[in-house]
Every structure is written in structure tokens, then in C-alpha cells.
């Protein structure tokens, strides 16, 4: 090899080296190649995630309807958060059944209507989050209390099914004593 070939040959192998260690870029999920993130995301059918949505709203209004607190914790995946509106907030499945069976014996549903405003799915299509809003009728101290409000859930896909793993929701309804008042 001629002398003066040397320092580009070097660069050649130099750059060659170079690229051949470098990593594909991460994505959304973070360890799986574009082509990869690109097959899952075409997998992914946000529409039956929808259906999917919309059948564990039924569910939920099924449940509080019927005051059936294990039925409506069994929509809830064994380490879910729900955090209701003038409540603490349950963490587990267990302590989900215990504070909604609570709140059925004290305030039971005898109207509820959910509605799904909007629903997404993560690309890799094992999460799903959803909002929507709410009107219900309870029965509190033997009278008839009308509330609606909004609500936001995030659900994981545990083979198939999908459960909720982090629930909320809050009333429209004013507290006693502020209506007329614009919140902060």
C-alpha cells in the first residue's frame, strides 16, 4: 500500500467501524427497532380498543347499578388506583371492593349513564386511556341526588382483557355554600 494511502485507508476502516456500532434510534417504546414499533402500531385497532372501552363502561354502570362491588372491582387489575371524587384514594383491587361496597351501602346508584367522550391507544397497544362524562342519580339520606361530572381512566391490556389501572372522576356539581363562585 502506497504511504500516502495509508491515512485515508485508515479512515475508511475508521468509519467503517464507527458505523457499524452504532444502535438503531429508540422509539416510543424503547426497545424495539422503527420497523418493529411500525408492525405492532398496524396491530394495534384502535377501534376494537374502543369496544373495548365501551364494554368496561357498561360493565362499570352494570355493577354500580346492581350494587355489586366485586363485580365492579373484578374491571380493576390487582394493583389499580382509583381515586373518587371527597374520598381517599384506593390502591389494589382489594381495597377497591372494600371503599365501592362503602360507597354503595351509603349513596346507591339507582341511575347512571357514562358516556365515552374519547378514547387512545399507545402504539405498542397495551395502553389505553379514555375520558368521558357522567350523569347519575344516588340515593343520599333517602332522597334523590342528581350529579353529573367527568371522569378520566387509564386501562392495560392484560391478555386480551382490559382492565382499569388508574380511575377518577369529579362532579360538576358546586360544593355546598359555592355556587356562583368560578374555581381558580
Known amino acids: 500500500m502506497p504511504k500516502h494511502a495509508l491515512p485515508l485507508y485508515a479512515a475508511v476502516v475508521a468509519a467503517a467501524l464507527i458505523a457499524g456500532c452504532q444502535q438503531e434510534p429508540a422509539t ?11 408492525e405492532v402500531a398496524s396491530a394495534v385497532d384502535p377501534a376494537a380498543v374502543r369496544q373495548a372501552v365501551e364494554d368496561a363502561v357498561a360493565g362499570w354502570e352494570s355493577a354500580a347499578l346492581a350494587g355489586d362491588a366485586a363485580a365492579l372491582a373484578a374491571l380493576y387489575a390487582e394493583d389499580a388506583v382509583l381515586q373518587p371524587p371527597n374520598a381517599p384514594k384506593a390502591v389494589g383491587r382489594a381495597a377497591i371492593e372494600a371503599d365501592v361496597a362503602e360507597m354503595f351501602a351509603a349513596t346507591p346508584f339507582t341511575a347512571i349513564d357514562i358516556v365515552v367522550d374519547g378514547s387512545e391507544v399507545s402504539t405498542s397497544g397495551d395502553i389505553a386511556w379514555a375520558h368521558g362524562s357522567y350523569t347519575s342519580t344516588n340515593t343520599v339520606n333517602g332522597a334523590p341526588y342528581e350529579d353529573t361530572g367527568k371522569w378520566l381512566s387509564v386501562y392495560e391490556n392484560y391478555d386480551g382483557q382490559w382492565l382499569h389501572v388508574a380511575d377518577t372522576w369529579n362532579s360538576d356539581t358546586p360544593l355546598p355554600g359555592t355556587e356562583g363562585t368560578s374555581n381558580p
Do not use: I, L, V, Y
Not at 28 to 38: I, L
Open 28 to 38: 416510543e417504546t424503547g426497545s424495539t427497532t422503527e420497523t418493529e414499533s411500525t
